[in-house]
């Protein structure tokens, strides 16, 4: 039948915009229809024309039982009064169900001032008007407005016997209720066969008539005429853009545009398609760029006003689920920080036994509203080694060298492939041969499908996870698309296990989920196990029910899910593919072939339990209040965005992030220890007791020691990580945690072990202790800070003794910069382009190593004035050296050595010029602008969501180029550097 639409906004001039309209101006649309489940009227809005949501959740908004005489109602038009007072709607009083095609007498003509409140009254064709009597067909009514006569022009179209259908009208009484006199003949099809679902637009003077022809042909077809009553002309092309049967054309403009739509249910199909016109002639299909969560049919949209939209949506609050138009499952959920969207990657659902072979992508940037990304994979076309069965994608974002890449995981042919890309919504390029195709070693049963990707926050290392039957689970290279060989481990946790695994990490712990049952079962649903590691046992508690079917509100074989958090926050929601509603339940087996995407909240107890998802129609609400940030190359370089109060969350939710994730003490080597300096530093600032208990506990367990050794002939200062090296800077760095301690708590035995090492070492003859830049910051803030608890000045003289050595054979007098130690020494080494490789974080250890001596160095110390001289000169230097986006690349003096962000040297420099401003070393003017565009760096890049600090360059000691360092590289020592640079940064916003 038909879906037709007669906006107020086409009417002529006079009517449009009468001299005393109530009507505001139209900002957004409401689309009433009926469906094919359900004779009855339904509503959906709209802000821009492309993309609907239906209200009272996908449920009628008008019953047909008090208004129509057959107990149905279809083919719902809306019309506003040409004065903005009220609205019109009619609709073809039918059931299919009881009376067949051949017996629809009537309509129903409604009216209402606030579009929430209808009267209606029914008007029999048949027996109104006895030259009618042999009618047996009465067909989606329209109404418009008539300037010439002032009346409201009724019209639909109408059979006799077995003669062909032609569109009558008559016009409506003034009240609306009735129709003045006997119908009249408007238009008839030239050629003889039938013509229906009639839709009349008024366009510069000249009435266009839109109908479907019937029983000769199979399309749109349109006539017209200068008078609304016609003669009308024939234009003999059909307007529909596809070859499949269409009917219900409607036509509409779009608010604040030359441009229409015209729009047409493909009733074979299942489907809507918008086409778009600028003179009603030639229309071009829309395609991707319409989305509706619900299944029309023959509807009409009009134009409303935001506050028309906000009424209907308060008495009818827009449905949330299913988010997604059509027939789709296997739903992959991904936040993209590159685009600051969200971004689901289903199954193509609809299909017999799963044949489907293509995938297609949608974006959202509230979770509510989805936009159809068009086909991303192609198996005909993209795949060589599988051409059907396209089931069960994910994919992962990684930052590489700077650029964004996009790993997607997919199953085809009962195997499982990657493709690449640089976007989310592709292209994707499959890798030319498929990732697993073989089962486990000792695992005969099931199928090697439904791939799930997983990056460890904690060990930035990614994993896959698949199976059918079993649960595998493997470590990826670094490149993304291959297995590191020999970690394939087979983790099923229990038999309740089926396919589907999905991996989460939250406060320490890694939650692994699956679906239980065939999909073709009502009772497919989710459960859960926890595990200590990405590839660790699992451990299923006794009630581990993530969701399950909700058979009183006729939802069904509720699985196969994913999990989004919200980007910086503790908020969680599922998404996954239920049976369609509501008559999935009664299909059968084919149940599993159609299935519809939703998403509802998950939520954990205070233990860390998941708590059972009740699944609903209504969904969720939009997500609000997150936006991703500029990059730092879009931020202002004279202003910090975050207030005091801003950055004390911030520093708490990365510190409480990376406690969480490690609540067991490490040894009390340097990467551990320098940890625990950022963190003594975000304690001074925020005064949180958890945070130094968590040091103080550290220490305890380390015995307040570095290396243990107690046989001092054995104790050695050379590179290594074994108790005899006593006198090695990395085992020394953890006497400065143990110093600020002993400062809060005073207590011997704090420092004693310290003092003990630091004090045999300035006896012995030797000075060469520090020759790698990172020592300097290892052990000179020590010195510096035994000499304030000893006052034994033995500390500052060696201080410099030792620190002249290693300027001797690391200091680059021309750069004023550090190599990382001698054998970097230019031209020995050079960079890959031949220049001077400066290292950032070895410069970083200095340069944050001279703030914190300068910060414990008494005023009249002799060589005061030499240290100041050397860290004035590595500033200068080093803001030079700074990139655009306000990182430091890894080689300093030659960024495509290896290119790309890191942040544990930022950090460090941040921490370093911040610190020189707040204490009057370096001038704000001429430093605070490098401070800034490093900070907002480290705030919009570095930290991620989670709280997880990214960009870290793993343990090392110098840049390697093809290094990835990516949003998952993190590392104890990094975050150290980061919680310092922000601690200063509270400093400095306190000043202001």
């Known amino acids: 039948m038909t879906i037709c639409l007669l906006g107020w906004l086409l009417m002529p001039a006079q009517a449009q915009v009468p001299r005393k309209s109530r009507t505001a101006a139209a900002t957004a649309y409401l689309f009433v229809y009926f469906t094919g489940r359900d004779e009855s009227v339904y509503f959906a809005t709209s802000e821009d024309g492309y993309n609907y949501k239906a209200l009272n959740n996908n449920q009628r908004i008008i019953s047909p039982d008090s208004i129509s005489s057959t107990g149905g109602v279809r083919d719902p038009h809306i019309l506003r009064s040409h004065d903005g007072s009220k609205f019109f709607m009619v609709a073809t009083d039918m059931n299919v169900a009881k009376n067949g095609w051949t017996a629809n007498h009537g309509m129903v003509l409604m009216q209402s001032s606030d579009l929430l409140n209808w009267s209606s009254t029914r008007i029999n064709i048949v027996t109104t008007y006895n030259q009618f009597h042999e009618v047996n067909r009465v067909w989606a009514p329209q109404t418009i407005y008539d300037p010439r006569v002032r009346k409201y022009m009724i019209y639909w179209s109408m059979r006799s016997g077995n003669g062909a259908d032609k569109i009558y009208y008559a016009y409506a009484n003034d009240s609306f209720t009735g129709l003045e006199a006997a119908p009249e003949l408007l238009f008839a099809n030239p050629a003889g066969g039938s013509c229906i679902d009639g839709d009349i637009i008024l366009k510069d003077g000249v009435y266009h008539l839109f109908y479907k022809t019937e029983g000769d042909g199979n399309g749109i077809k349109q006539a017209t005429s200068g008078s609304l009553t016609g003669p009308f002309k024939q234009e003999d092309r059909y307007l529909q853009q596809t070859k499949d049967p269409v009917e219900g054309s409607s036509v509409f403009k779009l608010n604040e545009s030359d441009k229409y739509i015209m729009m047409y249910d493909v009733y074979t199909k299942g489907r809507y398609e918008f086409t778009e016109s600028s003179n009603l002639v030639d229309f071009k299909l829309l395609g991707n760029k319409i989305s509706m969560n619900f299944k029309p049919r023959h509807g009409t949209i009009l134009p409303i006003s935001g506050n028309e939209l906000h009424r209907l949506q308060a008495r009818w609050p827009r449905s949330g689920n299913p988010v997604l138009g059509g027939f789709f499952a296997d739903p992959e959920i991904l936040y993209a920080e590159k685009t600051g969207k969200y971004y689901l990657y289903p199954t193509s659902n609809g299909f017999k036994n799963w044949s489907g072979d293509r995938f297609r992508v949608f974006s959202s940037e509230d979770l509510i509203n989805w936009t159809d990304g068009g086909e991303i994979l192609s198996l005909p076309a993209d795949v060589s080694w599988a051409k059907t069965n396209a089931w069960a994608p994910c994919i992962i974002e990684k930052k590489i060298n700077g650029a964004y890449k996009y790993f997607y995981y997919f199953t085809a042919g009962k195997k499982i492939g990657v493709a690449v890309a640089d976007d989310p919504l592709g292209p994707f390029r499959d890798s030319g041969k498929p990732l697993l195709d073989a089962h486990p070693e000792g695992i005969r049963h099931g199928q090697v499908i439904d791939p799930d990707v997983f990056t460890d926050p904690i060990s930035g290392k990614s994993y896959l996870y698949w199976g059918n039957g079993y649960m595998a689970g493997a470590e990826l290279n670094d490149d993304m698309v291959s297995l590191k060989p020999g970690s394939i481990k087979i983790l099923t946790p229990d038999s309740t296990y089926n396919e589907g695994t999905y991996v989460i990490f939250r406060n320490g712990k890694y939650y692994f989920m699956w679906s239980e049952n065939d999909t073709r079962s009502e009772d497919y649903r989710v459960r859960y196990a926890i595990a200590d590691q990405p590839l660790g046992r699992l451990t299923v508690p006794a009630n581990n029910l993530v969701i399950a079917k909700r058979p009183a509100a006729g939802i069904y074989g509720t699985g196969h899910h994913s999990v989004l958090q919200v980007p910086g926050k503790d908020e969680w929601y599922i998404v996954y593919h239920r049976f369609q509603y509501p008559d999935g339940i009664k299909m059968g087996t084919a149940a599993g072939f159609n299935r519809e995407v939703c998403i509802d909240k998950l939520e954990f107890t205070a233990d860390g339990s998941i708590l059972p998802v009740i699944p609903t129609h209504e969904g969720i609400k939009p997500i609000a209040g997150f936006k991703p940030g500029p990059s730092p190359a879009q931020k202002s370089a004279s202003s910090i965005k975050e207030s005091k109060a801003d950055v004390l969350n911030i520093i708490t939710r990365v510190n409480d992030h990376w406690q969480a994730a490690n609540p067991q003490h490490g040894r009390a080597?340097?990467?551990?220890?320098?940890?625990?300096?950022?963190?003594?530093?975000?304690?001074?600032?925020?005064?949180?007791?958890?945070?130094?208990?968590?040091?103080?506990?550290?220490?305890?367990?380390?015995?307040?020691?570095?290396?243990?050794?107690?046989?001092?002939?054995?104790?050695?200062?050379?590179?290594?990580?074994?108790?005899?090296?006593?006198?090695?800077?990395?085992?020394?760095?953890?006497?400065?945690?143990?110093?600020?301690?002993?400062?809060?708590?005073?207590?011997?035995?704090?420092?004693?072990?310290?003092?003990?090492?630091?004090?045999?070492?300035?006896?012995?003859?030797?000075?060469?202790?520090?020759?790698?830049?990172?020592?300097?910051?290892?052990?000179?803030?020590?010195?510096?800070?035994?000499?304030?608890?000893?006052?034994?000045?033995?500390?500052?003289?060696?201080?410099?003794?030792?620190?002249?050595?290693?300027?001797?054979?690391?200091?680059?007098?021309?750069?004023?910069?550090?190599?990382?130690?001698?054998?970097?020494?230019?031209?020995?080494?050079?960079?890959?382009?031949?220049?001077?490789?400066?290292?950032?974080?070895?410069?970083?250890?200095?340069?944050?190593?001279?703030?914190?001596?300068?910060?414990?160095?008494p005023e009249s110390d002799s060589h005061r004035k030499e240290y100041i001289k050397k860290y004035r000169e590595m500033a200068k230097a080093l803001v030079k050296l700074q990139q655009p986006e306000g990182y430091w690349t890894r080689s300093m003096m030659d960024p495509q050595h290896a290119p790309g962000p890191e942040t544990s040297g930022t950090a460090f420099f941040t921490y370093g010029l911040f610190w020189g401003i707040n204490n009057g070393y370096l001038s704000k003017k001429a430093y605070l602008p490098a401070a800034v565009k490093a900070w907002n760096y480290l705030v919009n890049t570095a930290l991620q969501p989670s709280g997880r600090i990214g960009y870290i360059q793993p343990i090392g000691e110098k840049a390697i180029p093809g290094q990835v360092v990516d949003a998952n590289s993190t590392s104890n020592f990094g975050v150290g550097a980061f919680l310092l640079a922000a601690s200063e940064l509270t400093r400095f916003l306190d000043k202001q």
């Open 669 to 857: 080597f340097w990467d551990n220890a320098a940890y625990h300096t950022g963190n003594m530093e975000a304690f001074s600032v925020t005064k949180n007791e958890k945070w130094r208990q968590y040091s103080e506990a550290w220490a305890e367990h380390n015995q307040w020691k570095g290396a243990r050794s107690d046989e001092r002939s054995n104790w050695k200062y050379n590179y290594g990580e074994t108790d005899d090296h006593v006198l090695f800077g990395d085992w020394q760095i953890c006497f400065q945690t143990y110093a600020d301690l002993y400062q809060l708590q005073p207590a011997d035995h704090k420092i004693a072990r310290a003092r003990e090492v630091m004090e045999y070492q300035m006896g012995t003859g030797a000075n060469d202790y520090w020759w790698w830049a990172d020592g300097l910051y290892m052990v000179m803030p020590v010195m510096t800070k035994l000499y304030r608890i000893t006052g034994n000045k033995t500390y500052l003289d060696k201080l410099y003794e030792y620190f002249s050595y290693a300027n001797s054979i690391m200091y680059d007098r021309e750069a004023k910069l550090y190599y990382r130690d001698a054998k970097y020494v230019y031209p020995t080494h050079k960079s890959v382009n031949g220049k001077k490789d400066f290292w950032a974080r070895g410069d970083g250890w200095v340069f944050a190593g001279l703030a914190k001596v300068l910060k414990d160095l």
